[in-house]
């Protein structure tokens, strides 16, 4: 029986996930038994439902970016040895969680900058951002070798302001543009954003702290793993998508489906809204205050009716936005034009998008408005202006941040 390369396959499927005979590098080889075998030397050290489970994630999201985001893809380093990961840890001072030192083995985050390639691969962040105004974000999983030389750098201005080191603390993602940065507690498994107030050591957490599970040993879990799949399954999902940035394309991260993603149509005139929280901008921290900026979404799908008559346009003329922290209204304001464009809106046209952003003095609250709009342009009139529902779209502090 133990000949038998069937009873390999079922092997091989049950605990690797495998339906071919491949090695690590995807290589082929003559057989499910040798496949079976170079794995088990290769992950022997790990248990191996959290070496498939590892595996797949990789699988799929390099699968996801392949079809959508082919041009990040060469960004992604190859899967890092034990001796790599061991150098590493010696530089760091402590040891990595188990998932993330799988993590790590499969794929050994993305290539590090260069000045001369800043420009072509800042938005080509896995995890993806966010732009409103002039602030914009993009983050990349950070490599071992750029884990362990900004760790230091970190530790070292901690150390210079007199403040004490965090306790086993890794770099594990940051951003190109406006500095966002990742932590992950290697004694604990939890994963933290830093602020804007990230310079005298304050942080967030960033994925539940009941999910985390260092150190079982069927199946452990960190917050880093659980940060990633999650981040996975909403780009699987369609939460968050691809979206076009200047002469380039990035994984925006403003969600594009409900709950957090509203959406209502007027006489015509469809309107899409959601909103990201931003830690990290020096909004935050003044008397309580949390930042959100939202992206709004305008378009006609097929056309602009208004008392049963049929429109080849409709331009926009005015804002009015309602803002509630809990139930309290905090803000009722009014406004022409949004940013700074009156936006002509044509039948079967792209959506008109602009992102801007707004404080809460507080954890939790809302945004719900109206636009008015006139039937032709607003230098030719065809009708009375009318108004187009904003539905209320959420402003909270998520259990995931990203």
Request: include cysteine.
């Amino acid at each position: 029986a133990v000949a038998e390369d069937a009873v390999w396959r079922s092997f091989c499927a049950r605990d690797l996930g495998l339906d071919a005979p491949l090695d690590p590098e995807d290589r082929p080889l003559p057989s499910f038994k040798d496949a079976y075998k170079v794995w088990s030397e290769s992950f022997g050290m790990y248990p191996l439902p959290l070496v498939k489970r590892v595996k797949l994630f990789w699988s799929s999201l390099k699968g996801w970016i392949s079809e959508n985001f082919p041009e990040a893809l060469r960004t992604l380093s190859k899967g890092a040895s034990e001796a790599q990961i061991r150098s590493a840890e010696d530089d760091l001072g402590f040891k990595l969680p188990m998932p993330t030192k799988l993590l790590y083995r499969f794929c050994n985050g993305q290539l590090p900058f260069s000045k001369n390639e800043d420009i072509r691969m800042a938005p080509l962040g896995i995890i993806g951002g966010y732009v409103f105004y002039n602030y914009n974000v993009n983050v990349h999983l950070s490599s071992l070798e750029q884990m362990v030389e900004e760790t230091k750098e970190f530790n070292l201005h901690l150390e210079e302001q007199g403040l004490p080191i965090g306790p086993n603390l890794a770099l594990v993602a940051s951003s190109w543009y406006h500095p966002k940065t990742f932590l992950l507690n290697c004694s604990s498994g939890d994963l933290y954003v830093g602020t804007a107030n990230l310079s005298a050591g304050e942080m967030m957490p960033c994925v539940p702290e009941s999910l985390i599970k260092p150190t079982n040993s069927d199946m452990p879990q960190d917050g880093l793993l659980l940060w990633l799949e999650e981040h996975l399954r909403r780009l699987q999902n369609g939460m968050i998508k691809i979206r076009p940035l200047s002469t380039s394309r990035y994984i925006c991260l403003y969600p594009e489906a409900s709950p957090l993603c509203s959406s209502a149509v007027t006489n015509g005139v469809k309107v899409r809204a959601s909103a990201v929280f931003v830690p990290e901008h020096p909004r935050r921290g003044h008397l309580g205050t949390h930042l959100y900026s939202y992206s709004i979404r305008l378009s006609v799908p097929e056309a602009c009716m208004l008392g049963g008559v049929y429109f080849s346009s409709c331009q926009l003329h005015s804002r009015h936005w309602i803002i509630r922290c809990k139930d309290t209204v905090v803000s009722d304001m009014h406004g022409e034009g949004v940013i700074g464009e009156h936006p002509l809106l044509l039948p079967g046209q792209d959506e008109f998008v602009y992102e801007s952003c707004t404080p809460l003095n507080g954890s939790s609250g809302s945004v719900e408005g109206s636009f008015t709009f006139v039937p032709g342009r607003l230098t030719q009139p065809e009708g009375k202006p009318f108004d187009v529902t904003v539905a209320p779209f959420p402003l909270e502090v998520p259990d995931y941040i990203f």
